[in-house]
Every structure is written in structure tokens, then in C-alpha cells.
């Protein structure tokens, strides 16, 4: 694509080239598995399939996962995104995988998915944090119960 004679004052790239020189960033693939969840599903025929986006590492079928805080585990059985069967699911995947021997009462929104053998996640009692207060009812005074909102997990305070 050749800059347009139109706009003879812009001296950049065009819209085109800009998007081409662009380097997508880097999956963190060497990082411990951590896979948020959104939902878990029971599925007819299939069983328990818990539904998230892979933050960091990697998901393969036949990986022990770990589920958090709750500390229940169960080997991933397969893993499907857009219902195309997958060997292994990398960060920015959204994806839905099968687990054995767990209910939907078992694992549940918000908890987060790890690999068992390679520093599974854990809960915490408390931690610090930078925060950014949206929507507030009003005037923030003692005794207000904020909601805090984590990747997919919406906990009252």
C-alpha cells in the first residue's frame, strides 16, 4: 500500500504498515498453569467441563489439576475450545475442559485451575493491593462492604 497522495502533510506509515510492524506480545507458556474459571458445566454424555481462559502456562490432557482454594483435583481428561479438540491449551485460550470424579458443586466460578505437580495455586487469608474504586453508591464511609472483582470471581468484602 503506497501513502496517499491526499495527505501529502502525514509523513507516518499507513494504517496498514502501522498494524503490520506491531509484534503480538509473548505467551507467558514458561509460567506455572493458571486458568481462572468463568463457569462450570455439566454436560450430558461428557460430565463436568469447567470453562476458562488459560492465563499463563499450559494445559494438556492427562495434567492432575488442581482447582482453588478449595484444593480438589482430578486429571483433565480433554480440552476443547470452540468445540475443536485441542493437545494443549496456551494463554489467551479460552477453552472448556473434561474432568473426572468432580461435580459442579465441587468447582465453581472464580476458582482457579493449576497443575497439580508444578506449584499449584493457593488461597490466601489476605493480601495488599493497589485498588481502583468504580461505581461506589455514594460517599466510601466505615462500614461500607466493597465488592472485589478478579479475574472472574465477584466476592463481596
Not at 494445559?59 to 480433554?78: D, H, M, N, R, Y
Request: glycine residues 10%; contains cysteine.
Amino acid at each position: 500500500i503506497e501513502p496517499s497522495t491526499n495527505m501529502p502533510w502525514y509523513k507516518g506509515p499507513t494504517l496498514i504498515g502501522a498494524l503490520d510492524s506491531v509484534t503480538p506480545p509473548e505467551r507467558p507458556v514458561d509460567k506455572p498453569l493458571r486458568l481462572p474459571l468463568q463457569d462450570v458445566y455439566k454436560i450430558s454424555g461428557i460430565g463436568t467441563v469447567p470453562v476458562g481462559r488459560v492465563e499463563t502456562g499450559i494445559l494438556k490432557p492427562g495434567t492432575i489439576v488442581q482447582f482453588a482454594p478449595s484444593g480438589v483435583s482430578s486429571e483433565c481428561k480433554s480440552i476443547e475450545m470452540h468445540h475443536t479438540a485441542l493437545v494443549q491449551a496456551i494463554p489467551g485460550d479460552n477453552v472448556g475442559f473434561n474432568v473426572r470424579n468432580l461435580t459442579v458443586k465441587d468447582i465453581k466460578r472464580g476458582n482457579v485451575a493449576s497443575d497439580a505437580k508444578n506449584q499449584p495455586a493457593v488461597g490466601c487469608e489476605d493480601f495488599t493491593a493497589q485498588v481502583i474504586v468504580m461505581n461506589h453508591p455514594g460517599q466510601i464511609r466505615k462500614g461500607y462492604s466493597p465488592v472485589l472483582d478478579w479475574h472472574t470471581s465477584h466476592i463481596g468484602c
